[in-house]
C-alpha cells in the first residue's frame, strides 16, 4: 500500500523521506467545479497541522485547504499560477499544491488511508 | 392604487387557492405585541399630482447651480451634462436592469461596464479598473485597506492636503479595523513633502491630486520612496476632468487610483448618487474590491461579457471577501461612460482645457481685488483664494448677493487656524464673462 | 378596373423559413451585434461641440498630459445608436418579472425620476451655504421622518450609500456602543444563521469581529435554543434577517431580542426583506436596535443595472448618539446640517462617505412613499406577500418547498423535484430565459440544496403570475419526463448562449487595449 493519507477535508498528503506533498483528493476537484486560481503558501513559511495552507478558487466557491501535517513549505507548484486546470485534470499527480519539510511523521496517524478514504466518500453521497 | 394591479377579486382567488380565509393569516407568525391595529400615522395615499405640488415646493427653496454665478467645488463640480446622456439612461432597459448576474441577458450592462473600466483604466495610466465603487472617498478608504492586505502592514500615512472627507472616511475605517492612521497637517501653500514620514511599517501613502487646495504636484519621488520602503501610492482624484490636461497619476507611479467620476454625466444632486473610480497595478488585481467585469467567449463562440473575478466577493468568501461592497453605481457609471464616449479624446482634452482656461481668467481677476491673495502658481480648475476676512463670512455674504462663491475651507477643516480666512473656488467650462464680472463686483463689496 | 393598385403581392404566412437563418451581418432581425466603442473610433471626432479656449496657457508646473489617452472619437448619432443598441441586450422590470428572492424588483415610478430631476434637487452642490439648501434638508428630513415612522424607532443614519454599507454603519454604531461602555475589547463575537446573505458575516469581519453561526431549525427559522446557547459576556450582537433568508417570518424574534439585550449585547437587523411587512409590523416593536432599510428594494429607486441603492439605518435610543455624520436636525428655527463632532450633542462614530448621502435616492424613495401613504404601503405590502404564497401554493406540487407554507413575500423552493431527472438548478433556471423570465435567486440561502427563491412583489397583476407559475409548471414537468435537451445548454434564444466563466476567471482580460488578440473579436469577425 502505498504511503499516501487523507483527510476529512479532502486534502491528500505523500511522504517521501521527510518531504511531504499536498494537495486536494479528486472528489474534491469535483465538488468546486472548474478551478480558476490556487492561493500559495510562500516559500520557509512554517505551517501547523490544521492550518491553513492553500486557498483553491473556482468560479463560484472558495475553500481552505488546510495542511494535514505540519511542517516548512519547501516548494509549490508554481505551475497552477498558468494553468489552474491542472489540478482538475489531475488532483492526485500534477495538480499537486505545496510540499512541505516535515518534523514528525506521528502526525499521520489518525488520517485515512486509501481504502478507508474511498468508503468514507461512498458514504458521503 | 396606481402602481398596484391585483383586484379585489384577484385577491380572492388567490386566497382560495392558498386556503387562506384573509391576508391576515399569511402574517400570523407575526407576535401579538407587534401587530398594529391601525395604520401608521403618516399621511394616506396620494396622486401624482399633489406629490408633484408638494415635492416642488420644497424644490423651490433651493438655490440651483444653473440659476447664479457658480464656483463651489471641493469635491464635486458643475458641467454640462449633454442631452444624450440624460435620455440614455433612462431608458427601461438600462434605468429598471438588475446586477447582470445572468449574463446571457446582461449583455448591455456589461458591455458598458467593459468599457468603462478600460476608459477608467486609460484615465489614470493604470492597468486595470473595475466597475465602480459608491464614490470617491470611500474608494479611498478601499483603496487604504487593499494596500494594508497587499503589504500585510497597517500604517497608512495621510496627506493633509487630502480632502477632509475623503480623510475621514479612511480614519473611520482604519478606526474600526485596528489600523493606524498618521495624519498630516494641511499645507495650504502645497509645498507638503510626505517622503520623511515613511518607514518600513508603512503599508501607502495617500496623496490628492489637485489637492484639495487646487495644486497640481508631480507626486513621481514620493512613488520611488514608498517604493524603496515596501509602500504603496495611492493617488486621489477627485475632479476627472482633470486627467484630460495633467500627467496621470499611472505615469508618477501610483499602485492605486482612485477617483470620483461626478464631474461626467452626472448632476451634483446634493452630494450622491456619485461614482468612485478605482483603477490599479495589474499585479494586484485579486485584492480589488468591488466588482469587475471580463470578456470571454459564449457556447457559440462569440464574444461576450461576465462579471469575475467574484470569489473575492461578499456573497462567496464571506468573512474573507475583500470588502463588504455589494453594488457598484450602476447608472450614474453608465451616465459616465456615455458622456466620455461622446467626448471622445479630443472632446475631453478640449474640455480640460477650457476648465483650466475658465480658471485661470478668474484667478486674475480675483488676484486683482483688493484684499485677495490667490495661493496657486499651478492649479487645474479650482484655487485658493485669502483674504483678510473668516472665509465662511465671505461665502455667505457673497450668497447674500446672489453668487455662490466657493468653499471655506474653514467648514471642512474647523481646526486648521492656517485656513480660516481661505475659500476653495472652483471654475468650469460653464462660467461666462458675466459670471466672472458678477464674482468680482459681489466680491469687492463684500471685502470693501 | 380604372385606378385600381396594381402592384398586389402575397400577403399570407407562405412556407415557413429554415429554423436557423444565417446573415451577412451576423444581426438576427432586431437582435444587434454590437462592436466596442473602441473599435469605432473616427480619430478625432467628438459627439460634443466645445470651442477652443483663446490664447490657451497652461500654468500645470509642467505637468501636461503628453501620450495619448487612448479614447475613441464618436459623432453624437453614433454614440446614440450604440448604447441604444447595447440596451436592448438587458432584460429589465420595465420588460418582465423578475421572480429574485431578496431582491424586491417592484415597478419603478417614473415620477420618482420626474421628481429627482427638478433642478432644486439635482443642480444643488452639497457645499453651497446652507440657507440656499433649506429645501434639500426637508426633504432629507422629511424622509427621515418617514422611515422612523414606519419603523417605530427614534433615529436615523442616512448617509450609507447601499444597503451593505448600511450593515457596515450599523455594526459600526453597535461597536461605538461597546466602546463607550468600555466593552469594545471584551465584545468581539457576533452571531449571524447560517442563512445570512454573506455582507453579513463580511460586515462584521471587517469591524474586527469574530463571526459565530446559528443553525436553522428544520422548519427554516434561527434554532433559538441553540442560539440561547451561545450567548455569553464576549457577544457584541447578533445579526438577523427579518422575515429571513428562506422567506418566512421569525416568530420568537422578540425572545431572541430579549436574550440578546439581557446578555449585554445589540440585535442588527438586516433590513432587506422589508418589503413584506412594511406598514403592517414595525421592527423597532420587535426589539431591534438598528436596521438598515434598502431604498432600492422595498422603496422602489430602480436598480440600474447594479446601483445606485442607498441604505439609510434606524436606529435606537441606546444607538442613536453614536450615528454618523452628517446630521439633519431642526434646530426650531430653520434645518441644519451637521457636519463636525463638536457641534452635536452625541458622539458620532465618524463619517461613512464625503457629503450626505443619496440625495437623488432620497427624492425618489419619498416621491413613492408620497404615492402610497401609510394606506398603500401596507397594501403594496399585503399584495408581496399575498403573491408569494400564490406562487407557493400553486407550484409546491409540482416543484418542491422545504418547508410548508405561509411564507412571507418570498417562496422557497429546493432541487428534490429535480432528483434523477439530470437537471440541476442552474440548467432549470437558464432554460427559464428561453420562456422570457429572468431566473430565480439560485442556491441562495444556502442551507437548503439547490435554492430556487422566488419573490414576485406586489407591481405584478395576476395574469403576469398565472403564465409564470404555468411557465414553470411546464418546465418542472418536462424535467420530471427526462426532456434534459430543453435545459442542458440553455438559453437558445438570448442575445447570447452560456458565457465561459471558467475562462474568464482564469485568463482575466478586464479591459480592452490596443493590438490585443483575443478569440472573441476573431470569432465576431
Request: some cysteine; hydrophobic content about 40%.
Amino acid at each position: 500500500m502505498s504511503d499516501i493519507r487523507f483527510t476529512k477535508d479532502h486534502e491528500w498528503v505523500l511522504l517521501d523521506g521527510d518531504t511531504a506533498t499536498i494537495g486536494i483528493t479528486d472528489y474534491a476537484q469535483e465538488q468546486l467545479g472548474d478551478v480558476v486560481f490556487v492561493e500559495l503558501p510562500e516559500v520557509g513559511k512554517s505551517i501547523e497541522q490544521g492550518d491553513e495552507a492553500a486557498v483553491v478558487e473556482s468560479v463560484k466557491a472558495a475553500s481552505e485547504v488546510y495542511a494535514p501535517i505540519s511542517g516548512e513549505v519547501v516548494e509549490v507548484n508554481e505551475d497552477l499560477e498558468a494553468e489552474p486546470a491542472k489540478v482538475n485534470a489531475d488532483a492526485m499527480g500534477e495538480g499537486w499544491f505545496v510540499k512541505l519539510k516535515i518534523t514528525d511523521e506521528d502526525e499521520l496517524e489518525g488520517l485515512m488511508d486509501e481504502d478507508a478514504y474511498a468508503k468514507y466518500v461512498k458514504e458521503l453521497d | 392604487m396606481r402602481y398596484l394591479p391585483l383586484t379585489t377579486e384577484d385577491r380572492s382567488a388567490m386566497l382560495a387557492r392558498i386556503g387562506a380565509k384573509s391576508v391576515d393569516e399569511l402574517f400570523r407568525d407575526v407576535p401579538e405585541a407587534a401587530r398594529l391595529n391601525d395604520l401608521i400615522d403618516l399621511p394616506r395615499r396620494q396622486g401624482e399630482m399633489e406629490v408633484e405640488r408638494q415635492l416642488k415646493v420644497m424644490a423651490g427653496k433651493n438655490t440651483a447651480a444653473s440659476d447664479v454665478p457658480f464656483f463651489v467645488g471641493a469635491g464635486a463640480y458643475k458641467h454640462h451634462v449633454p442631452a444624450t446622456v440624460d435620455h440614455l439612461i433612462q431608458r427601461s432597459e438600462f434605468l429598471t436592469a438588475y446586477t447582470p448576474y445572468q449574463p446571457e441577458i446582461a449583455q448591455g450592462t456589461l458591455q458598458y461596464l467593459f468599457e468603462f473600466q478600460t476608459q477608467v483604466a486609460m484615465l489614470t495610466g493604470m492597468d486595470v479598473a473595475n466597475a465602480s465603487m459608491y464614490d470617491g472617498s470611500t474608494a479611498c478608504g478601499e483603496a487604504v485597506l487593499m494596500a494594508h492586505r497587499v503589504t500585510k502592514r497597517r500604517k497608512a500615512v495621510i496627506s493633509g492636503n487630502l480632502h477632509p472627507h475623503y480623510r475621514e472616511v479612511v480614519e473611520n475605517l482604519s478606526d474600526f479595523g485596528s489600523y493606524d492612521v498618521v495624519r498630516e497637517a494641511p499645507r495650504p501653500n502645497g509645498d507638503e513633502d510626505l517622503t520623511s514620514e515613511i518607514g518600513k511599517d508603512t503599508s501607502c501613502v495617500v496623496v490628492q491630486n489637485p489637492d484639495v487646495f487646487g495644486h497640481v504636484r508631480d507626486f513621481s519621488a514620493l512613488a520611488e520612496a514608498a517604493h524603496a520602503n515596501g509602500a504603496l501610492l495611492i493617488v486621489a482624484v477627485p475632479e476627472i476632468v482633470s486627467l484630460g490636461l495633467i500627467t496621470p497619476p499611472g505615469e508618477m507611479g501610483a499602485d492605486i487610483v482612485v477617483g470620483e467620476g461626478q464631474s461626467l454625466g452626472n448632476s451634483l444632486n446634493f452630494g450622491g448618487p456619485y461614482v468612485g473610480l478605482f483603477a490599479a497595478k495589474q499585479k494586484y488585481v485579486r485584492q480589488m474590491p468591488g466588482r469587475l467585469c471580463g470578456e470571454t467567449v459564449d457556447a457559440e463562440g462569440k464574444r461576450g461579457f461576465v462579471l469575475t473575478l467574484s470569489t473575492r466577493e461578499q456573497h462567496i468568501r464571506r468573512e474573507k471577501a475583500t470588502s463588504n461592497i455589494c453594488t457598484n453605481s450602476g447608472l450614474c457609471c453608465l451616465a459616465f461612460t456615455i458622456h466620455l464616449s461622446l467626448l471622445g479624446e479630443e472632446g475631453y482634452k478640449r474640455l480640460a482645457r477650457i476648465n483650466h482656461a475658465n480658471a485661470g481668467k478668474l484667478a486674475d481677476m480675483l488676484a486683482g481685488v483688493p484684499g485677495v491673495k490667490v495661493l496657486n502658481d499651478a492649479f487645474f480648475n479650482e484655487f485658493t483664494i485669502e483674504t483678510a476676512k473668516p472665509g465662511r463670512d465671505v461665502v455667505n455674504a457673497l450668497a447674500d448677493k446672489g453668487v455662490l462663491g466657493g468653499v471655506a475651507l474653514n467648514r471642512l477643516m474647523p481646526d486648521e487656524k492656517a485656513v480660516a480666512n481661505m475659500i476653495a473656488v472652483a471654475s468650469t467650462e460653464v462660467n461666462t464673462d458675466s459670471d466672472r464680472a458678477a464674482y468680482v463686483a459681489a466680491l469687492k463689496e463684500v471685502l470693501a | 378596373m380604372s385606378g385600381m393598385n396594381k402592384q398586389g403581392r402575397p400577403t399570407g404566412i407562405g412556407e415557413a423559413g429554415a429554423a436557423s437563418h444565417e446573415t451577412f451581418t451576423g444581426n438576427r432581425g432586431l437582435q444587434l451585434e454590437e462592436a466596442l466603442i473602441f473599435e469605432m473610433d473616427t480619430p478625432g471626432a467628438s459627439g460634443v461641440d466645445l470651442d477652443e479656449p483663446e490664447g490657451f496657457a497652461p500654468r500645470l508646473g509642467g505637468l501636461e498630459r503628453k501620450e495619448r489617452i487612448g479614447l475613441p472619437g464618436l459623432s453624437e448619432p453614433e454614440v446614440m445608436r450604440h448604447y441604444v443598441r447595447l440596451s436592448q441586450k438587458n432584460y429589465a422590470i420595465d420588460s418582465g418579472l423578475y421572480p429574485l428572492g431578496s431582491c424586491t424588483m417592484k415597478h419603478n415610478p417614473r415620477l420618482n425620476e420626474k421628481m429627482a430631476r427638478l433642478p432644486g434637487f439635482a443642480d444643488v452642490h452639497p457645499l453651497q451655504p446652507q440657507k440656499t439648501v433649506q429645501g434639500a434638508l426637508e426633504l432629507i428630513d422629511t424622509l427621515a421622518h418617514w422611515l422612523k415612522e414606519l419603523t417605530g424607532m427614534p433615529a436615523v443614519a442616512m448617509s450609507p450609500k447601499a444597503g451593505a454599507h448600511g450593515e457596515l454603519c450599523g455594526m459600526m454604531a453597535i461597536d461605538a456602543a461597546l466602546r463607550a461602555r468600555g466593552e469594545e475589547g471584551t465584545r468581539k463575537r457576533v452571531l449571524v444563521p447560517e442563512s445570512a446573505h454573506g455582507t453579513n458575516p463580511a460586515t462584521a469581519a471587517q469591524i474586527g469581529f469574530k463571526v459565530d453561526s446559528i443553525p436553522a431549525t428544520e422548519d427554516g427559522h434561527v434554532d433559538v435554543e441553540a442560539f440561547k446557547a451561545k450567548l455569553g459576556p464576549d457577544v457584541a450582537a447578533i445579526m438577523l434577517t427579518n422575515p429571513n433568508t428562506c422567506g418566512l417570518f421569525e416568530r420568537d424574534i422578540i425572545e431572541i431580542a430579549d436574550a440578546v439585550h439581557e446578555a449585554g449585547g445589540y440585535f442588527y437587523c438586516d433590513g432587506a426583506n422589508f418589503n413584506a411587512i412594511a406598514g403592517r409590523v414595525r421592527p423597532g416593536d420587535l426589539g431591534i436596535d438598528a436596521m438598515h432599510i434598502n431604498l432600492h428594494k422595498t422603496f422602489s429607486t430602480p436598480h440600474g443595472g447594479g446601483g445606485p441603492g442607498a441604505g439609510p439605518v434606524v436606529l435606537s435610543e441606546a444607538l442613536a448618539p453614536f450615528a454618523p455624520l452628517p446630521w439633519v436636525f431642526h434646530d426650531g428655527k430653520e434645518l441644519r446640517l451637521v457636519e463636525h463632532a463638536e457641534d452635536t450633542d452625541g458622539q458620532p462614530f465618524g463619517r461613512m462617505t464625503a457629503f450626505h448621502g443619496q440625495m437623488g435616492m432620497f427624492v425618489r424613495a419619498l416621491s413613492y412613499m408620497l404615492s402610497h401613504g401609510s394606506d398603500g404601503i401596507k397594501q403594496a405590502s399585503e399584495d408581496a406577500v399575498l403573491s408569494a404564497n400564490y406562487v407557493l401554493a400553486s407550484l409546491k406540487d409540482v416543484m418542491s418547498a422545504p418547508f410548508e407554507g405561509p411564507c412571507m413575500h418570498e417562496a422557497l423552493f429546493d432541487d428534490s423535484f429535480l432528483k434523477g431527472t439530470g437537471v440541476e438548478t442552474l440548467d432549470f433556471a437558464k432554460a427559464m430565459i428561453d420562456e422570457g423570465y429572468h431566473p430565480m435567486t439560485m442556491y441562495f440561502p444556502l442551507v437548503v440544496h439547490g435554492a430556487m427563491l422566488i419573490e414576485p412583489t406586489e407591481s405584478e397583476s395576476k395574469d403576469s403570475l398565472d403564465l409564470f407559475i404555468a411557465t414553470l409548471q411546464d418546465l418542472a414537468e418536462s424535467a420530471k419526463r427526462g426532456e434534459t435537451e430543453r435545459f442542458a445548454g440553455a438559453p437558445f434564444l438570448a442575445p447570447r448562449r452560456r458565457l465561459d466563466e471558467t475562462q474568464a476567471a482564469r485568463k482575466p482580460v478586464l479591459r480592452w487595449a490596443h493590438g490585443r488578440n483575443d478569440v472573441g473579436a476573431k470569432a465576431a469577425e
